[in-house]
């Protein structure tokens, strides 16, 4: 499986941004795709999960009633919109397949894209 996330860019705060991710390869075999974003200076975070083919979808409370994952199957395509943007937004952000069911291992990655809120 190939990811390749883009979308990203320079928003200004409560502005809104949509991000996508474009699987390839094997994408049948996709369990669950995430978006997670890494701050200058902090660690890695999980935002949000979607099931690929439920839909069932998962938030950090730090997202929640902000950002919406979804995904389209028939254009292997996964979004991230973004609203309600604020500073603490900003980073690279990056979305991750699993394969497997529970515990995802997300063992694919995009490349990540730059999101930067200004004030």
Do not use: H
């Not at 390869?25 to 974003?37: Q, V, Y």
């Not at 397949?97 to 809120?117: H, K, M």
Request: net charge positive; proline share 3%.
């Amino acid at each position: 499986v190939q990811l390749q996330a883009s979308g990203g860019g320079l928003v200004q705060a409560g502005g809104s941004l949509r991000l996508s991710c474009g699987a390839s390869g094997r994408t049948f075999s996709i369990f669950e795709m995430g978006w997670f974003r890494q701050a200058p200076g902090k660690e890695r975070e999980l935002i949000t999960t979607i099931n690929w083919r439920a839909g069932g979808t998962y938030y950090a409370d730090s997202v929640k009633g902000r950002f919406t994952i979804s995904r389209s199957n028939t254009k292997n395509t996964g979004y991230l919109q973004m609203s309600s943007l604020k500073v603490e937004d900003t980073a690279v952000y990056y979305c991750a397949a699993s394969r497997s069911t529970p515990p995802y291992d997300f063992a694919y990655w995009g490349q990540g894209t730059e999101v930067t809120v200004s004030s």
